[in-house]
């Protein structure tokens, strides 16, 4: 079992940024690939970045590529997602999840990619 905590929401003009920070508790972190998602009221979960295991891969949805970036510490267990150049459309609450190996197949983009998830943090952006 891996536990996973977010923290780092909270809310931010239209412009600002935001550090989002995911803490892992449990099995050794190195073994996952980490991601970050978000669904916001009367959507459905999307992606939104992917980290393999050693950092050597990124993925990013179009929608926050050149904005978000991916990062991680194994020393530290925790998983980062740096936003900036917020929109309110980012507006959300963001999950981040474990995923089932510690590389990213091909289909890094999609829920079942991944086994453990975190209970999320609000992100509010305001215009």
């Known amino acids: 079992q891996v536990q996973l905590v977010e923290s780092g929401g909270g809310l931010v003009q239209a412009g600002g940024s935001l550090r989002l920070s995911c803490a892992a508790s449990?099995?050794?972190?190195?073994?996952?690939?980490m991601g970050w998602f978000r669904q916001s009221p009367g959507k459905e979960r999307e992606f939104v970045a992917a980290?393999?295991?050693?950092?050597?891969?990124?993925y990013y949805a179009d929608s926050v590529k050149g904005r978000f970036t991916i990062s991680r510490d194994n020393a530290k267990n925790t998983v980062y997602l740096q936003m900036n150049g917020l929109k309110p459309e980012d507006t959300a609450v963001y999950y981040c999840?474990?995923?089932?190996?510690?590389?990213?197949?091909?289909?890094?983009?999609?829920?079942?990619?991944?086994?453990?998830w975190g209970q999320g943090t609000q992100v509010t952006v305001s215009s």
């Open positions: 449990g099995r050794t972190f190195s073994r996952y690939a």
């Open positions: 980290i393999n295991w050693s950092s050597y891969s990124t």
């Open positions: 999840a474990a995923g089932t190996t510690s590389d990213l197949g091909r289909n890094y983009y999609t829920s079942p990619e991944y086994a453990y």
